[in-house]
């Protein structure tokens, strides 16, 4: 299964959940594949630490090979690379890839990323993107499965999902049939507070599937972004890597996943 971790406002948590899912997987001894097509490359960073700009061919590179013919192209498998998590690959991103985007654009190319992901074949892929519509999350979309939406309690971000849904509609009809909404991941979640519950209630009233747990607000995530080590290979035990090995338990098992959802409709 493919997952797009996707959302177009930023600091909604789409590294982190996409990184931590990932590591979750391989730690279950699955060979499993992370995307970075955030030019930031903070997933990047996340599992290989200070050596992340220097790695090469990156996302940058396999974008630029497709911008011009070449009778042989890059063999797939060397733009992943190995991170210290056993069964966990990355293919990198880089800050030059921004520069890439107009021509990308300007020539369409939206299926590279797909062709190239068919081809390395791992059965587990998350895809990290970018805080921004454009290209390289069109990539993404184009080359998914299912989309995962960050939520992290703030009521702009519930105003802006009623577009996210809408430009992921978008992609399905125009581009992708297969790909579908799994749900809303709610991220940075203190539950000791009134206003985060009332905004996740409001998601669930708008007819939205809110997955189930919450992933909890903690330092410890912040510490793990700095030790580079996602949370199942930073602190196995802590409150918040049991959260997202229930979340991605419940997206590997759909019968068992919690979820809310109300039966209303989505308000205008």
Do not use: W
Not at 68 to 86: A, C, E, G, Y
Not at 148 to 166: N, Q, S, T, W, Y
Not at 179 to 194: D, I, P, S
Not at 211 to 218: F, G, K, R, T, V
């Amino acid at each position: 299964m493919r997952f797009a971790v996707f959302n177009q406002k930023g600091g909604v948590g789409k590294s982190t959940i996409a990184v931590n899912l990932a590591a979750v997987a391989a730690a279950r001894g699955e060979r499993t594949l992370l995307v970075d097509l955030d030019p930031q490359a903070n997933a990047t960073q996340y599992v290989l630490g200070p050596v992340a700009a220097e790695v090469r061919p990156n996302l940058a590179d396999l974008f630029d090979e497709g911008l011009s013919f070449r009778l042989f192209k890059t063999d797939p498998k060397l733009f992943v690379h190995p991170t210290p998590f056993p069964g966990l690959d990355v293919l990198p991103s880089h800050p030059s890839v921004e520069e890439l985007v107009p021509k990308l654009e300007s020539r369409h190319k939206i299926f590279r990323l797909r062709e190239v992901v068919d081809a390395l074949g791992y059965g587990t892929v998350f895809l990290d993107t970018p805080p921004a519509d454009n290209v390289l999350t069109l990539s993404a979309l184009v080359a998914a499965d299912r989309v995962l939406v960050p939520f992290d309690c703030d009521d702009f971000a519930r105003r802006a999902i009623a577009h996210v849904l809408g430009r992921i509609e978008e992609v399905r009809v125009d581009h992708n049939p297969r790909l579908k909404v799994e749900g809303v991941v709610v991220n940075q979640f203190q539950g000791r507070a009134n206003f985060p519950q009332q905004a996740v209630d409001a998601l669930a009233e708008d007819g939205l599937s809110v997955l189930e747990p919450y992933i909890s607000a903690s330092v410890r995530i912040r510490e793990s972004h700095h030790a580079a080590r996602p949370m199942a290979f930073f602190e196995a035990s802590h409150r918040v890597t049991a959260e997202f090995e229930a979340l991605y338990d419940g997206l590997r098992s759909p019968r068992r996943a919690q979820r809310r959802r109300a039966p209303a409709v989505v308000r205008a």
